[in-house]
């Protein structure tokens, strides 16, 4: 029987709560969180647990931040970068973040930090495709229109990865700013 298990991720800024939940119900069954793997996190079978997962995103995480989880009943269990961490606790235990402007907090942080990639690129990438149309005029060369519009592109698919958590961001603070 395996020892591991692969377990796939919807994106953490979309589906976190979902994720988490999920991750709950195969400790129930005994496959247990040991890491983050790309787009998604490894378990290891052990005995069935009855825990909930929690995550939390501080950057440069020192041992004050992690002990502070210890006192309020939450095991650190893996990290991401030392940016993204996901704690354990017994069922029934007190949420990480339990009042609105905590969470709050929490979300404004992310999104400010994927905003400050997600703006210069979003600002390259139009105007690669600004260039690109202004080559289609006649007022550069052509190749530098083919260029401004390969660039574009390239921009666009790296935009994709800071620029859709930064807009999820965006919608799940609308959501709980309408509690």
């Known amino acids: 029987m395996k020892e591991t ?3 796939m991720s919807g ?12 991750l709950s119900n ?22 069935p647990q009855n825990i909930v997962y929690s995550l939390d995103y501080q950057k440069d995480a020192d041992e004050e931040y992690f002990s502070f989880f210890e006192v309020a009943m939450w095991t650190r269990v893996c990290s ?15 949420p990480i973040y339990s009042d609105k402007e905590t969470i709050i907090e929490k979300y404004e ?5 994927m905003g400050k990639y997600s703006l210069p690129l979003l600002i ?4 690669s ?3 690109r149309i202004i080559s289609g005029y006649g007022w550069l060369p052509e190749i530098a229109g083919n260029i401004s519009l390969f660039l574009g592109e390239v921009f666009l698919i790296i935009l994709i990865f800071p ?4 807009i999820a961001y965006r919608f799940k603070l609308n959501k709980i700013r309408k509690w």
């Not at 994106?11 to 999920?22: I, P, S, V």
């Open 26 to 47: 195969y400790a129930k069954k005994g496959w247990i969180l040991e890491g983050f793997a790309p787009l998604g996190f490894i378990l290891r079978k052990g005995e």
């Open 129 to 131: 495709f600004l260039l």
């Open 109 to 113: 942080r992310e999104k400010r930090q």
């Open 80 to 94: 991401a970068g030392n940016e993204i961490h996901v704690f354990s606790a017994s069922e029934g235990t007190k």
């Open 163 to 166: 620029g859709m958590p930064y």
């Open 11 to 22: 994106g953490l800024a979309f589906t976190e709560e979902k994720d988490m939940k999920k």
């Open 124 to 127: 390259v990438t139009v105007m």
């Open 5 to 7: 298990k692969y377990v």
